[in-house]
């Protein structure tokens, strides 16, 4: 092994660069290493290998030697060929925030070698290795690797309050986890939905507030003496003082207004709140904490903290007294003052606060964590306060949503903003738009558009008041107008008719999911004369890009149950743990895509469930078993609704509660369909013309058609299924569009007049339907964009 070793000594200080990573074949790794070098030939396994381990503690040794064990197919024992893991100091403790989770991994010839500064680099080596194995079954590629995480804190928070999540399912999740090299779980686990952390000082809160689900005492050391053996972490949430409701249930006299309460059985923000001015209701959470202290042994307490609804503070003469006594103005200022008693009462316990956005004030401590479901202009906020913070913000994987959009989420703001360049000869548009919600209030928008002499469009917009953004790949065919932007929702495509100044026609995309807009214009013109104002983002000081730590994704559980957790999470959790690990220019989609196809079946190795959820669900679906395979034709040109979409649609059926059903055909799909994907990346490289490489296109859509027929007699045949039959015609439709679009594009660039009147069936066909929108009517739509006449 002393070749690997000099060889892994050298790469300290030489530095090897980054393969690109639209090379024809990356290596099969996410989240993927800082620095790589692949050489010619391979390690071929045997049957067994001679393990050596320095310096890892018994039970991280156990795990990982199990994990090793399966991974790479061999037994350990005596031989001349090694896998060696050397280790410079034992860190057997619980993890640290920060703690150095490097490491080098060289295979060669005389056989593997792992070589950290401590034990989670060892931990986090062995997962990369473990990857390796997997794409390269039987042989292991020679490869010099030093890796280092970019971010310390990768995170993923599980909802185990409005569906309770069996500590299988954890486990799961935490092995997903360990493999992706994420190292946070963030356990929600109250709220007005239940209390599911056992109390002893306060025991009505599982008898009254839980329906009998929650975590006793010894299950939950029994998770985080599992996870500190992945070197993962567990900040435990307990929700105060809003999202209070399962704490009215048991204890009534700790809430702002009297009682009785009964766990609430919808979604939502609802009224309990703690009383500010009760003694009591800080005893409780004094002895709560010193509780949850003995479970937890992470330095990080969150609190919640998040969406109060100050209606109880402001209805309580008591309160609104305290207030008075104590010189508050208003909730905000209520708010900031219950919560620096809870910071003292966290720092007595050893306990750091841990927060959403709305704890932030500058009274706080600056050892207090924000995690900002706000965005980046509110984690900007806090990050030039001096305060640490979190995003989340583009992590929610609760919502179905591209995984490039996800991948493109970067947690430091990027001074970015190019402003308008104005010429002589420019000419502008400034519009006002709105975009109704299916729940909540309209998104509106400022919107300007400059189109300059050579043809170059450039666009801002200012949505719900924030600050502006640039708008991506403005372009102008005809008279629609397309550009895109990531924000809060998701990916927004406008494709907009702007030619009438009374009013917009067109649409919003918002992923996959069809919206809405109106408007009207409010000037126009040419040249430097009168332009809208564009007023530039605030400057991130990049100063203070340490106090960004990373990111969390969250998997909130309105609709979201044990049975199909690791579907909503897997594969694309693996995407977002590369953007928190991995070096920032590493950017390539297609690339991501690729190697996410691979990571979705390596996922089931290390014993996650998102596919046979999907499977066992789907035969859930039939009268008696059967073949399902035609339910995977339609899972591929089937994806739910993105965004909140569906959440929305619950809401406006009354249907956004606990009873409602989990079990149609639409909660057994992942967020987007890979099958898609690969699609549309071979639709974006076509033009007008290219008969051979248009006629791949033309015999996927052909491929799908032909499997309809099988689709259709199983949906005749299974109850469940048969509201199903009301999407085949759509969808045959959408495949037989495709087809023509395929044909008339190999031809030549499609005439306008002839596009106009296919846009508008496809528009129609991918309207959202169950909750669910055909993307194959979408694939049609873009092949169509590619093939226009100029």
């Avoid at 310096?55 to 064990?69: D, G, H, M, T, Y």
């Avoid at 493109?408 to 709105?434: I, L, M, T, Y």
């Avoid at 907009?496 to 109106?518: A, H, M």
């Avoid at 390539?588 to 996922?603: G, I, N, P, T």
Wanted: net charge negative; charged share 20%.
């Amino acid at each position: 092994m002393m070749k690997n070793k000099l060889i892994l000594a050298a790469m300290l200080t030489a530095g090897i660069s980054l393969p690109s990573l639209g090379q024809t074949s990356p290596l099969a790794l996410m989240p993927y290493p800082a620095k790589l070098e692949q050489q010619s030939g391979y390690f071929r396994l045997p049957a067994q290998l001679h393990l050596t381990v320095q310096n890892l503690s018994e039970n991280r040794a156990a795990k990982l030697k199990q994990q090793l064990q399966a991974s790479l197919g061999v037994t350990f024992g005596h031989s001349d060929q090694k896998l060696q893991i050397e280790i410079a100091q034992s860190t057997p403790g619980y993890p640290a925030l920060g703690e150095d989770e490097s490491y080098l991994l060289g295979i060669s010839e005389d056989g593997i070698l792992i070589q950290a500064q401590t034990e989670l680099g060892a931990l986090r080596g062995a997962q990369t290795l473990r990857q390796l194995a997997f794409d390269h079954q039987g042989k292991l590629p020679f490869v010099h690797i030093q890796d280092s995480p970019r971010f310390p804190w990768r995170g993923l928070m599980i909802d185990s309050v409005r569906h309770f999540m069996p500590l299988e399912a954890i486990y799961r999740q935490l092995d997903g986890m360990a493999s992706a090299k994420l190292n946070v779980f963030h356990w929600h686990l109250t709220d007005d939905q239940g209390w599911r952390l056992e109390s002893t000082a306060y025991p009505k809160l599982q008898q009254l507030a839980s329906d009998g689900l929650y975590y006793s005492r010894e299950q939950i050391r029994q998770v985080v003496n599992y996870a500190n053996s992945l070197g993962i972490r567990v900040v435990p949430e307990f929700d105060v003082p809003g999202h209070a409701t399962a704490i009215a249930v048991a204890y009534p006299e700790l809430i702002s207004q009297p009682g009785p309460y009964a766990l609430e059985r919808h979604w939502g923000v609802f009224e309990p709140l703690l009383d500010p001015s009760n003694p009591e209701v800080y005893q409780f959470i004094d002895t709560l904490v010193a509780e949850i202290a003995e479970l937890f042994p992470d330095p990080y307490l969150h609190i919640g903290g998040d969406e109060i609804n100050p209606t109880q503070w402001q209805q309580s003469q008591k309160i609104q007294a305290y207030m008075q006594a104590h010189g508050l103005e208003d909730h905000h200022q209520l708010h900031t003052h219950f919560n620096a008693q809870v910071q003292k009462i966290l720092a007595r316990h050893g306990k750091k606060m841990m927060g959403w956005d709305e704890i932030f004030h500058a009274d706080l401590p600056k050892d207090i964590m924000i995690q900002s479901w706000q965005g980046l202009d509110s984690l900007a906020q806090t990050a030039m306060a001096g305060y640490q913070g979190l995003l989340s913000t583009g992590f929610y994987i609760d919502q179905p949503q591209k995984t490039a959009y996800h991948y493109r989420n970067e947690p430091v703001p990027a001074n970015d903003f190019v402003g308008p360049d104005w010429h002589a000869k420019s000419q502008w548009q400034h519009w006002q738009f709105k975009m109704p919600r299916l729940k909540g209030a309209a998104v509106s928008g400022d919107l300007v558009l400059i189109e300059q002499p050579d043809g170059h469009q450039q666009g801002y917009v200012r949505l719900n008041k924030q600050q502006t953004r640039m708008l991506k790949d403005v372009t102008k065919q005809g008279k629609l107008t397309r550009f895109w932007l990531d924000t809060w929702m998701g990916p927004m495509q406008f494709e907009v008719d702007l030619s009438d100044s009374t009013q917009i026609q067109g649409r919003i995309l918002i992923g996959n999911s069809p919206y809405k807009i109106t408007g009207t214009q409010l000037a126009a013109g040419q040249g430097k004369a009168n332009t809208p104002v564009v007023t530039a983002p605030s400057h991130f000081d990049p100063a203070f890009a340490e106090n960004i730590l990373g990111g969390e994704a969250t998997i909130w559980s309105e609709m979201i149950t044990g049975d199909n957790l690791d579907l909503r999470v897997w594969p694309r959790l693996y995407a977002i743990a590369e953007r928190l690990w991995s070096v920032k220019t590493l950017t390539d989609e297609q690339a991501m895509y690729q190697r996410l196809k691979v990571m979705d079946d390596f996922a089931t190795v290390v014993g996650l469930a998102h596919q046979s959820q999907q499977r066992d669900g789907f035969q859930a679906l039939l009268d008696q078993p059967g073949d399902i395979q035609p339910l995977y034709t339609l899972a591929d040109l089937l994806e739910q609704a993105q965004y909140y979409t569906r959440h929305h649609l619950k809401f406006q059926a009354d249907a956004y509660h606990h009873g409602e059903r989990l079990d149609r055909f639409v909660d057994y799909l992942p967020a987007e369909s890979l099958a898609l994907v690969e699609l549309n990346q071979l639709i974006a490289k076509q033009s007008p013309g290219q008969r051979n490489s248009l006629q791949q296109v033309g015999q996927k859509f052909l491929a799908w058609q032909k499997q309809l027929p099988a689709v259709r007699a199983l949906i005749a045949e299974h109850k469940a299924l048969k509201p199903l039959a009301a999407l085949i015609e759509d969808i045959e439709h959408s495949l037989t569009l495709g087809l023509d679009i395929t044909k008339l594009c190999q031809a030549g660039p499609i005439p306008k007049e002839k596009a106009d009147t296919l846009r508008q069936i496809l528009w129609q066909l991918a309207e959202v339907k169950q909750e669910m929108v055909i993307g194959s009517a979408h694939s049609a739509n873009l092949l169509l964009d590619r093939c226009l006449a100029s």
